[in-house]
């Protein structure tokens, strides 16, 4: 099945594990050591940085722009070691999730239980995601340099459902 | 051309474009795979023309470079000037190409980000002939993280070392950006091994008995185009082969992505400064 999904969305339970999901609007972007400041800042604060509530996070880490473009390649990174911040994330709202690779099962099950997604976006093809990409701006720890966290506009970015809102998980 | 331009030249292209094998390997599995499979094939080639026609990197992790100088025994060299022909080039390949800054120090503590991908990992080896040929890996992290090395005992035979590789792909599944290329360095020291196993992404010639059975073994584990399952989970395997310990069978596996990014430039004659 292929189907499309609008951000922030507050609905995406159409949305089948296996499904060809073409991605639309805004995207937070966060990965490892952005990961570790978002849990450490919203423990001490009480309060989520950015709105967290139908929103979606990206795995990445851009190389540079180039002149006239959006963003630089663009592609997503492994999901697997965002495995052990996602469960909390997800408790405080952040439930859609973008990246590459499998989950570990607490990531599959604090999905299950608040009714997150997780998607798959192509590896490696970060040129073809650049391309889809209509704006990105620097919104945290610029500090962290390619691993800043930053708020992008997309257009009909290609993924693939692997965990959906019941908590199924695609099997090849 | 000078030196430094054919190498910054020879770098930016390998991070848009893939070798010609590596496209041909990728558009056969396209006809072979369907489904899901098929889908992330077709995303892969619609990068590879998208990243030429932009001109920017066909995937945002242009990985830490590592680079194999080989030096002929009669080449004019001048190993200081050649380090430097090296690094400068780099840097310069670096900046112009729009490469990310994906290297950090204090690796296990601050982790600060060195701010331009330097520096690379360089060997250095000896070889007949009288010219040096400069081999680049630009090495992606996505797949590194799911290479291994192990020790075998020395009676594991071919059979220890074939499931020594298959066993690391079943562990990387869909991390690694499949399908993947794969480089086997088999005997030597543990050091030895592994960086015989990079090595090995530049042999020439045909494939190996060995190297098919261990495509094929992979192949088997259906993991398929980003881990969709099908028929292609590995594209490639090179193996390299050298004499070892009457105890030992040291097997080091470099796992790379479909975005099997590699240069090499030949300075004729050698290098010692022009
Ligand atoms: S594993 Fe390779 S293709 Fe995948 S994101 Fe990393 S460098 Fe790019």
């Not at chain 1, 994330?89 to 570990?104: E, N, T, V, Y």
């Amino acid at each position: 099945m292929e189907t499309k999904l609008f951000l922030p969305s507050q609905n995406w339970s159409h949305i089948h594990s296996g499904d060809i999901v073409y991605v639309s609007g805004k995207l937070y972007v966060a990965r490892d050591q952005a990961h570790k400041l978002l849990v450490s800042e919203i423990k001490e604060k009480g309060e989520t940085p950015f709105p967290f509530e139908g929103n979606a996070v990206y795995y990445m880490g851009p190389s540079p722009t180039k002149e006239g473009m959006a963003i630089g390649s663009s592609g997503p990174t492994t999901s697997r070691r965002m495995d052990e911040f996602s469960p909390f994330l997800i408790s405080k709202g952040l439930k859609i999730m973008i990246g590459k690779g499998p989950r570990s099962e607490k990531v599959v099950e604090a999905v299950k239980e608040y009714g997150g997604l997780y998607l798959q976006a192509f590896g490696g093809c970060g040129a073809l995601y650049a391309s889809r990409t209509l704006s990105s701006r620097t919104l945290l720890y610029p500090f962290l340099g390619p691993e800043a966290v930053l708020e992008l506009e997309v257009k009909d970015f290609p993924t693939i459902c692997i965990i959906d809102s019941r908590g199924e998980v695609f099997k090849p | 051309m000078k030196a430094e331009e054919v190498i910054i030249d020879a770098v930016i292209e390998a991070s848009r474009k893939l070798p010609f094998d590596a496209v041909k390997a990728l558009e056969k599995a396209y006809e072979e795979e369907e489904g899901n499979s098929k889908v992330v094939l077709k995303a892969i080639l619609d990068n590879l023309s998208i990243s030429k026609s932009l001109e920017i990197p066909l995937c945002q992790d242009t990985g830490m470079m590592w680079c194999w100088a080989e030096i002929g025994r009669n080449a004019r060299v001048d190993i200081v000037k050649l380090e430097k022909l090296i690094e400068t080039s780099l840097a310069k390949a670096f900046k112009k190409g729009l490469f990310r800054t994906s290297v950090v120090r204090d690796a296990m503590g601050e982790r600060s980000n060195t701010g331009d991908n330097l520096p690379p990992v360089i060997n250095y080896s000896l070889t007949s002939g009288s010219d040096i040929t400069l081999h680049f890996l630009l090495k992606g992290f996505g797949s590194e993280n799911c290479s291994s090395l192990t020790m075998l005992n020395p009676t594991a035979g071919r059979e220890g070392v074939i499931e020594a590789v298959v066993d690391t792909m079943k562990r990387a599944g869909a991390k690694p950006c499949p399908p993947v290329f794969i480089g086997v360095g088999v005997g030597g020291t543990m050091d030895r091994a592994a960086v015989m196993s990079k090595e090995a992404f530049f042999k020439r010639g045909k494939e190996t008995d060995l190297e098919r059975e261990i495509k094929e073994r992979i192949n088997k584990l259906n993991i398929g185009p980003g881990g969709m399952g099908g028929k292609n989970s590995s594209l490639g395997v090179f193996v390299k082969e050298e004499p070892t310990h009457i105890a030992g069978l040291p097997v080091a596996v470099t796992v790379n992505c479909w975005a099997e990014r590699k240069a090499e430039v030949v300075l004729l004659g050698g290098y010692d400064g022009d």
